[in-house]
């Protein structure tokens, strides 16, 4: 990683490192330094990069928050579910290393699925970042574990890659 990237994500939240690593890896496909097939390599890696990172930060969200929101957590649950949202909305701009390895003609709808469910994940940290806000502890409870975490193991089990990445 270069120091650049490496001040970066320790400066900046997830969602502008992706932005970053994404506008790096553009970047050197417009100048021509690589071959394209070498720079359409670096660019899907650090594109599975900044997945990875954002999904780990969306993981770790989820165990503070699986720990239960109560009224004497109701501020880290806020911080938690704002990081979780900004994480997110990064692991939605990128393509899924899964996506390689799907057929070429369903390949668009798969990365739409990616994308959409993504999106519901937002839908449910939303609504569950309103019922922290109303008072509604429980709800949000609810939201978090069964929502959340049943489309944290469905999303796992239809986009990630097989040995974790």
């Known amino acids: 990683m270069s120091s650049r990237r490496w001040i970066a994500a320790r400066l900046v939240p997830v969602g502008l490192v992706a932005v970053v690593v994404a506008g ?6 417009a100048r021509g330094a690589h071959a394209e097939a070498s720079a359409a390599e670096m660019s899907a890696a650090e594109g599975n990069e900044a997945i990875g990172a954002a999904m780990k930060q969306m993981n770790d ?3 503070v928050l699986g720990k239960g929101v109560t009224a004497e957590t ?5 911080a938690e579910l704002s990081k979780f949202e900004t994480a997110v909305i ?3 701009a990128g393509v899924p290393a899964s996506a390689a390895k799907v057929e ?5 709808a798969f990365v739409a699925d990616y994308r959409k469910t993504l999106i519901e994940a937002l839908k449910f940290a939303g609504d569950a970042e309103a019922a922290v806000l109303d008072g509604k502890f429980k ?11 049943g489309l944290k193991s469905s999303g796992h089990g239809k986009f990630k890659e097989e040995g974790g990445k």
């Open 61 to 63: 969200a989820m165990k």
């Open 139 to 149: 709800d949000a409870d609810t939201l978090i574990r069964n929502k959340l975490g």
């Open 24 to 29: 790096a890896g553009a970047w050197s496909i």
């Open 104 to 108: 070429e003609k369903k390949r668009a």
């Open 74 to 78: 109701k501020d880290a649950a806020l």
């Open 90 to 92: 990064a692991a939605k």
